[in-house]
């Protein structure tokens, strides 16, 4: 067992954990932040992405171990109480989402290219940027279309 603290969603925590424990297992079961979703447990999904001092990172790759002392954020932290960021806002507005299963780890990753993101980019590299997220339900379209609209407000000064 190892003792961690680990900041999550501008939260203090510590917890003393199994040393082979997952992230995405510490997150969703001793958290219980269950927003975040476990998929192909293999990496390949996206669907268990957060990010970890910013950058995202595949939570069932990752040991909560290894995520001692870092900031992590979650799909939970991304609203501000009922307001949702301007990237949840996209995906409502532009319905880039159907059973919701991807979207918390493709919430996460468009967050992170928001934030360096200094002008739109061409539909086609928001696939190319979005290529690491496996969606089944919606053949990506208005997923795009959610991105295009949150990487303009981004690059735009918004959120
Ligand atoms: S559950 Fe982590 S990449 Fe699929
Ligand atoms: S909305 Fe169902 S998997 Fe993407």
Do not use: W
Not at 9 to 21: C, F, H, K, L, Y
């Amino acid at each position: 067992m190892v003792e961690i603290a680990v900041e999550v969603n501008g939260r203090a925590e510590t917890a003393e954990v199994d040393g082979r424990m997952l992230l995405s297992d510490f997150l969703r079961g001793v958290l219980g932040l269950t927003g975040t979703h476990v998929g192909c447990e293999h990496g390949y999904c996206g669907s268990c992405t957060v990010l970890v001092d910013g950058a995202s990172a595949r939570s069932c790759l990752m040991l909560a171990a290894q995520a001692n002392g870092s900031s992590v954020r979650t799909v939970e932290g991304l609203a501000d109480g009922e307001e949702l960021s301007s990237i949840q806002q996209a995906f409502k507005d532009c319905h880039g989402l159907q059973c919701g299963f991807c979207t918390p780890g493709l919430l996460m990753t468009v967050t992170e290219i928001a934030a360096e993101v200094a002008s739109t980019p061409s539909r086609h590299q928001i696939r190319e940027q979005l290529a690491g997220n496996l969606c089944r339900c919606t053949g990506y379209h208005q997923i795009v279309d959610a991105v295009e609209q949150a990487l303009d407000q981004a690059a735009g000064g918004g959120r």
